[in-house]
């Protein structure tokens, strides 16, 4: 199975951009790179994904290295309610593989 | 349109029992996928559903099986239950996965089982 490897944690100060790193060096051509995050008490929620080139959404972009080795989830703006665990994952056909995420926590 | 429902949301059950838990996805999303999430192993793929086919499996005994119906809800089923199956377990669904990892999942609130 492709793996995904993230920190742990991470802290960011509120209204300050945060890049979130994931090495996935075992990637397959196929494999989708998704994020998502598990706010408390709550299902995963999902943030955005990509393929080879990188992606903007209204959460968040994503930036993909030309290897596709690696990539970085970016929040623009942090804000308390961004404090989650977040997922990098990589989504072959049929299911997705979830590593230990990085936990973010955003200090006001 | 509505989200994800899993019931019942809340469960105790007694070691060797078993419990049957039942997950609606959004309204035309044809495949469901089952998680378990406990603190010391994450999210945990169980098994994927698609028109009523079992496609993928995870890492589980066979103690865990699920099904889906004609109108795309899925139940999965625990058998002779035991204290470590104690966890959250997440329905996701997606409009189909075959189109190579793009779609996105939908997850729901989950179900916390509780194994005394």
């Known amino acids: 199975d492709a793996k995904t490897t993230q920190p742990n944690s991470m802290e960011s100060n509120e209204e300050e951009p945060v890049h979130l790193p994931c090495n996935h060096s075992t990637i397959s051509g196929t494999d989708y790179i998704h994020w998502y995050r598990q706010l408390p008490s709550q299902g995963p929620e999902y943030v955005i994904h990509?393929?080879?080139s990188n992606v903007n959404n209204r959460m968040a972009s994503l930036a993909i290295a030309e290897d596709r080795k690696s990539s970085t989830l970016i929040l623009h703006r942090a804000t308390l309610r961004d404090a989650a665990v977040y997922y990098c994952i990589l989504r072959d056909v049929y299911d997705m593989r979830f590593g230990a995420g990085t936990r973010l926590t955003v200090k006001p | 349109k509505a989200g994800v429902t899993q019931t019942p949301r809340y469960l105790i059950k007694t070691r060797g029992q078993q419990v049957t838990l039942s997950c609606s996805p959004i309204s035309g999303h044809r495949s469901v996928s089952w998680y378990q999430q406990t603190p010391g192993q994450g999210l945990q793929f169980l098994f994927e559903?698609?028109?009523?086919?079992?496609?993928n499996k995870g890492n589980f005994p066979g103690r865990f099986s699920g099904r889906q119906f004609s109108n795309s809800r899925s139940e999965m089923n625990v058998s002779t239950l035991e204290l470590g199956d104690s966890a959250l377990y997440l329905c996701?669904?997606?409009?189909?996965?075959?189109?190579?990892?793009?779609?996105?999942?939908?997850f729901g609130p989950g179900t916390r089982l509780t194994v005394l």
């Open positions: 559903y698609f028109s009523e086919t079992q496609r």
């Open positions: 996701a669904s997606s409009l189909d996965l075959t189109s190579g990892g793009h779609n996105e999942q939908f």
């Open positions: 990509g393929l080879t």
